[in-house]
């Protein structure tokens, strides 16, 4: 049982993607469902202790960002605890397009920003500081309610 | 709860024009506990995190930059959903969501691989799935009632 959610995303050529994600993230394909003409009908990839869905755009509302001029509803965050600056070279490298290279926040964590080949959103963060509330706020100039 | 060492790897951001407005409604709709929202003083909520059952999503908006839009201004289109796994309580969380405004896309109904799912759409058009597993199936049976090729 996985610990979090799962993002499903929607792509053009799911195909494609999987190999990319594992490619690129290091993610790993766990279990993949194909119809009779080997479309992708339903896939999970694992990653740490979470996992994604990858899947086909399968309906005129669930589309892939390449398909939608690059609008982006919704992210996936990947939290890791060790080398963010090599799993960024790895993406780089992969040819993901680098919106914002690795960069220590002011809450602590450092983090790199990047699209998929399709236009999907990936952020990816490391924890390399510990920061309180109160430091956060006087940094950021920012009301934060909570703290982790 | 809330422990940032204890973050699951993966978690879904989900845009909304109105971030606030959505967090009240993620917690009387789905149960969802705000653990950290982070304001940016003119109404808009730059960071936050929804728990559930040991996963979170982080709820931010309105959109900026970056191609960031809610369906709720995207003719209700999206460009990912997110899947909840529930281990009791499928019908009783459909029910709790409905009451609360949720769009019920697909009933509650047991799928040919095992679980009983629902999906439904959010106070701005995101989609979301639920699922439960009621009858634990081999791959062998799966590929039977699903008429898929599984590969795992």
Redesign the interface.
């Known amino acids: 049982?996985?610990?979090?959610?799962?993002?499903?995303?929607?792509y053009q050529d799911p195909k494609a993607a999987l190999a990319w994600l594992e490619e690129a993230f290091g993610f790993e394909?766990?279990?993949?469902?194909?119809?009779?003409d080997g479309n992708v009908?339903?896939s999970q990839m694992e990653?740490?202790?979470?996992?994604?869905?990858i899947g086909q755009e399968w309906s005129?509302?669930?589309?892939?960002?390449k398909s939608?001029?690059?609008?982006?509803?919704?992210?996936?965050?990947?939290?890791?605890d060790s080398d963010v600056d090599a799993h960024f070279a790895r993406a780089k490298a992969a040819g993901a397009e680098i919106?914002a290279e690795p960069e220590t926040q002011f809450y602590g964590d450092r983090t790199y920003?990047c699209r998929d080949p399709e236009?999907?959103?990936w952020?990816v963060s490391q924890?390399v500081a510990s920061v309180s509330r109160e430091e956060a706020e006087a940094a950021?100039?920012?009301?934060?309610?909570?703290?982790? | 709860m809330g422990d940032r060492a204890r973050l699951p790897t993966i978690g879904p951001l989900l845009w909304y024009q109105d971030a606030m407005g959505a967090i009240a409604w993620l917690e009387r709709a789905f149960g969802f506990e705000a653990g950290m929202v982070v304001e940016d003083g003119q109404g808009g909520v730059i960071h936050s995190e929804l728990w559930l059952l040991g996963g979170y999503v982080m709820v931010v908006g309105p959109p900026v930059g970056d191609g960031a839009v809610s369906p709720a201004t995207f003719g209700g289109r999206s460009t990912q959903s997110v899947h909840v796994q529930l281990q009791s309580g499928l019908d009783e969380l459909c029910a709790r969501a409905r009451a609360a405004g949720a769009k019920i896309e697909r009933e509650p109904a047991d799928q040919p691989y095992g679980d009983r799912v629902f999906t439904c759409r959010d106070v701005e058009d995101h989609p979301w799935s639920f699922g439960q597993t009621v009858e634990k199936l081999s791959v062998a049976q799966m590929e039977q009632a699903t008429g898929h090729k599984i590969k795992v």
Request: positive net charge; hydrophobic residues 40%; charged residues 15%.
């Open positions: 049982m996985s610990a979090g959610f799962r993002s499903a995303l929607f394909l766990v279990m993949l469902l194909e119809d009779a009908a339903h990653f740490g202790d979470s996992y994604v869905m005129a509302d669930h589309k892939s960002p939608v001029g690059g609008k982006n509803t919704q992210t996936v965050h990947v939290q890791i919106m920003r236009g999907h959103i952020t924890t950021s100039g920012l009301k934060i309610t909570g703290w982790r």
